[in-house]
């Protein structure tokens, strides 16, 4: 396996736009998240955050503290992750899995007052499903139904 770069995880600010703007996703990947060009962040309580290696944004994804949130958990410290991708050219290299270890110490830092992060993964997409495990997020065996099927919910307990 590759050598990884430092990772950093931040909060998105406009340095990064045209980085952002130029990231690709296979469609067997754009079919389960978004570019983060077609994301807005128009609500009081969404949070994009920017995955820097080496100050080069290889990743994104955007933390909501909104109603959004009770949909999945009645916990009120909960946030929930959408939106999870890595540029395709920077695939491979670790990137994901970097970011998702380093969100514990990140919420901790940035979002005192969160316990919880939830996620939702779509059935078919094993290779996430399995990144969100090593990352330390848990199954518990709730199922949702997605636009594109079933839907996982995974829990990260911090």
Not at 32 to 37: D, G, V
Not at 72 to 88: E, F, G, Q, V
Request: net charge negative; hydrophobic share 40%; proline share 4%.
């Amino acid at each position: 396996m590759q050598k990884t770069n430092t990772i950093e995880l931040v909060h998105f600010s406009e340095e990064y736009v045209d980085s952002l703007n130029d990231f690709e996703l296979p469609d067997e990947q754009s079919q389960f998240t978004a570019l983060p060009k077609e994301i807005s962040i128009e609500m009081v309580g969404q949070y994009p955050i920017v995955i820097l290696s080496d100050n080069v944004p290889v990743g994104f994804f955007v933390l909501h503290a909104t109603d959004r949130v009770k949909e999945y958990s009645t916990n009120p410290k909960a946030m929930l992750l959408t939106a999870l991708s890595i540029d395709h050219k920077q695939q491979g290299k670790g990137y994901a899995k970097k970011g998702m270890l380093a969100l514990p110490e990140f919420i901790k830092r940035k979002f005192k007052d969160c316990n919880e992060v939830i996620l939702v993964v779509n059935h078919k997409n094993i290779p996430a499903q399995n990144l969100y495990l090593k990352a330390g997020f848990v199954d518990n065996l709730e199922r949702r139904m997605g636009r594109i099927g079933e839907q996982i919910v995974m829990n990260l307990y911090l």
